[in-house]
């Protein structure tokens, strides 16, 4: 049975993300902090802090076959860009930026190992546009730079690293946003919604299990016009 790790996994599109990968058959490692929320039935908890990067390598260790990684935890502090503390700032990096990059250079050899593997990270309309809050922008332009780069990297060993980019998606995440940021949102997209977690997820599964070998290093855009490119 082929395995899947989706990190931020308690809630939201990482919680939906278990939930698709479990209905179709997949062995899940669900990774997070809290699973304050109620147990899921399939998937594996592994309750981890992803501010301790040294701790990465072993914890990959411990799992065994990876077949796929998911790199969806996420924070976003929604500060004003000069009452950013260093710890704030840190902590984000960390988590949004530094801890994907460790997972991934850590499931690297495995991966090339079997010449065959598939990354999704999780990026955002904030990677290409200004965003109230300049840490989590950061951090979402520098994970659409390292899906390209790590597919640079791992493409030649039969290896496809991708992305997705969601819009405003029903999330803790989207109760935090600044207010005039939502409504601004929410006037350009096309549907006159926010999406729904289930709808990333989707995306997510397909590009994980389904999409053709060529689809390397690419940025799926999922947000109903509130960003066209």
Do not use: C
Request: proline share 6%; no cysteine; aromatic share 6%.
């Amino acid at each position: 049975m082929n395995t899947v790790l989706v990190t931020g996994a308690g809630r939201g599109i990482g919680l939906a993300t278990v939930r698709a990968f479990a209905a179709a058959g997949w062995r899940v490692l669900a990774l997070d902090l809290d699973f304050s929320g109620p147990e899921e039935k399939n998937p594996v908890r592994v309750k981890f802090d992803l501010q301790d990067l040294a701790a990465i390598p072993g914890l990959i260790s411990s799992l065994g076959e990876i077949h796929v990684l998911v790199n969806n935890a996420g924070v976003q502090n929604a500060l004003p860009y000069d009452q950013y503390t260093g710890e704030a700032r840190r902590k984000i990096i960390r988590i949004n930026l530094e801890a994907p990059a460790e997972l991934m250079r850590a499931l690297a050899p495995q991966m090339i190992a079997r010449r065959s593997g598939r990354i999704v990270n999780l990026a955002s309309i904030a990677s290409f546009q200004p965003h109230p809050d300049l840490w989590y922008g950061v951090t979402k332009a520098g994970i659409a730079s390292m899906t390209k780069s790590f597919a640079m990297y791992l493409g030649k060993h039969g290896v496809q690293v991708n992305a997705v980019a969601p819009g405003p998606v029903d999330t803790e995440l989207l109760k935090v946003v600044d207010a005039a940021r939502r409504e601004t949102l929410l006037r350009q997209v096309y549907t006159g919604r926010v999406g729904k977690p289930e709808e990333i997820a989707a995306a997510i599964l397909w590009l994980a299990t389904a999409s053709p070998t060529i689809v390397n290093g690419s940025i799926l855009d999922i947000n109903d016009g509130t960003h066209p490119r």
